[in-house]
């Protein structure tokens, strides 16, 4: 296999995990998190939304997230805008990279954004002009690239069309996302093959939810046709508000364990973010979703207690 030899790794926890939370997450909480991140040596994180707080409650406090993070120089710390109110929120927050996120399917384009794909593109040409012009790095996320929970199959040609249209709004970055995790290997394939004819493949993404399992093997099918970037949420938190059923990212610990068999660089510490999604996970009330999390943890506690204790 021609692997590369690194690969970067978005951690989109903060957002993407966190979104879907019902209890608040307090903002002390969700500022741990990103600067434990950032410790851990993630060089782009996705820290925040700046979307409308009725219709992602959780992500109401971006503002204040952003403003108390400690930054760390060569890390992005990335956040969602739909529209020109997020875009505003997110300059005065001094985001290093926005995010226009649209959809491969008109049915989920409605419900995550409340107008059809089309307008959508209409909604981010100014987003993206006023990004360009402030000197923001514009990354464009596709959802349900690989299947949507409305309309079932999506075409590869619909995909294909949102890549076009996202590269003529002037992204630096395009993101491959599986919405639901229903994707596997050979149509992810199909998939990266297909957008990478239209945009340079090492700016293409690929954001896999694990709902049906496939997110690291799509990761390995994604490396072998020459992407270099995928998104991961720590502890695999996560899943969409406007996507019933879809369960968290692939977990960042877990696809740091695959990349580093391989030989493949990253740049971030495995057992930190294994600390770290202990810590988020614990300080949410949920089960820890990495495999490679609960093996080590497990693996560490029992360490600890066979060794001799001092008196
Ligand atoms: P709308 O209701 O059509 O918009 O929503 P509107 O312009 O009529 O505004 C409605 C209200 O929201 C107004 O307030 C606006 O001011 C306010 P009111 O006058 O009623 O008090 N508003 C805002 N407030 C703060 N920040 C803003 C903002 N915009 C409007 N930016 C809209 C349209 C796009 C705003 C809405 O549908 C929305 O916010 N959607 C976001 C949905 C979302 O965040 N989904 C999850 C993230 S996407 C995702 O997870 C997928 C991804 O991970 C990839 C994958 O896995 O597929 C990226
Ligand atoms: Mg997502």
């Known amino acids: ?22 209890a608040m997450v307090p903002t002390d909480v969700k500022v741990s998190l ?29 503002a204040d997230v952003m403003a108390r993070i400690q930054r760390r120089p060569g890390t992005l710390y990335s956040v969602l805008t739909p529209n020109m109110k997020g875009l505003e ?6 985001a290093d990279e926005v995010v226009i996120f649209g959809a491969a399917s008109e049915a989920f384009s409605q419900k995550n954004i409340n107008c059809s794909i089309a307008e959508s593109i209409a909604r981010f040409e100014p987003v993206a002009e006023a990004a360009k012009e402030k000197g923001i790095r514009l990354r464009g996320s596709i959802s349900c690239a690989l299947g949507c929970p409305y309309q079932g199959e999506v075409p590869v040609s619909a995909v294909v069309d949102v890549v076009r249209r996202m590269r003529a709004l002037g992204c630096d970055e395009i993101d491959i996302a599986d919405t639901i995790g ?31 399992g496939q997110a690291l093997s799509n990761i390995l099918a ?23 059923g879809a369960t968290g990212n692939v977990a960042t610990e877990d696809v740091l364990y695959m990349l580093h068999g391989l030989g493949i660089h990253t740049g971030i510490d495995l057992e930190a973010v294994v600390r770290t999604g202990d810590y988020i996970s614990q300080a949410v009330g949920r089960a820890n979703s990495s495999r490679v999390g609960r093996a080590l943890l497990a693996k560490w506690a029992a360490a600890s207690e066979a060794a001799p204790t001092c008196a």
């Not at 970037?229 to 508000?241: D, E, K, N, Q, Y």
Request: proline share 5%; with cysteine.
């Open 1 to 22: 296999m021609n692997l590369p030899n690194y690969v970067k790794i978005v951690e989109v926890g903060p957002r993407d995990g966190l979104q879907n939370e019902k």
């Open 34 to 62: 990103i600067n434990q991140l950032t410790e851990a040596g993630f060089v782009n994180i996705e820290a925040a939304s700046f979307v409308s707080p009725k219709w992602v409650p959780q992500m109401a406090d971006g």
């Open 89 to 94: 929120g997110a300059v005065a927050a001094a």
């Open 182 to 212: 229903v994707g596997t290997p050979g149509k992810v394939q199909d998939v990266m093959r297909a957008v990478s004819a239209e945009f340079a493949m090492d700016r293409l993404s690929g954001h896999f939810h694990d709902t049906y």
């Open 222 to 244: 994604s490396l072998e046709v020459g992407i270099s970037i995928f998104h991961a949420s720590v502890a695999g938190l996560g899943g969409c508000p406007y996507a019933k």
